[in-house]
């Protein structure tokens, strides 16, 4: 069953570090792109950070410097670091998996982990 399955969430204060993973079904890790994304309240839904199957990574703007994606192949496994947290960052993250990086270019989504970071 193709499935995404993220962990790692919870609530931290402001400079501080979480590591998220998101564990992937076979077909789904083969995907060209792998990403995170994050939705906070009242806001749209925006593109974190990507690693594609080469190992290229983009980021956004916003995180660029403090968080760090990761694929581990032998876990089917994508890992985003998050160290240097802002109230900001204050948002449900969920992982995809598609053909490119933006919401248009991912097929799979996982239910989403709720990082929290207080000032």
């Known amino acids: 069953q193709a499935q995404l399955v993220e962990s790692g969430g919870g609530s931290v204060q402001a400079g501080g570090s979480l590591r998220l993973s998101c564990a992937a079904s076979?077909?789904?890790?083969?995907?060209?792109?792998l990403a995170w994304f994050r939705q906070a309240p009242g806001r749209e839904r925006e593109v974190v950070a990507a690693?594609?199957?080469?190992?290229?990574?983009e980021y956004a703007n916003s995180v660029k410097g403090r968080f760090t994606i990761s694929r581990d192949n032998a876990k089917n496994t994508v890992v985003l670091q998050m160290n240097s947290l802002k109230p900001e960052d204050t948002a449900m993250y969920y992982c995809?998996?598609?053909?490119?990086?933006?919401?248009?270019?991912?097929?799979?989504w996982g239910k989403g982990t709720l990082v929290t970071v207080s000032s």
């Open positions: 995809a998996a598609g053909r490119y990086w933006s919401e248009r270019g991912m097929d799979y």
């Open positions: 076979v077909v789904i890790y083969s995907s060209s792109c």
């Open positions: 690693i594609y199957r080469n190992g290229v990574t």
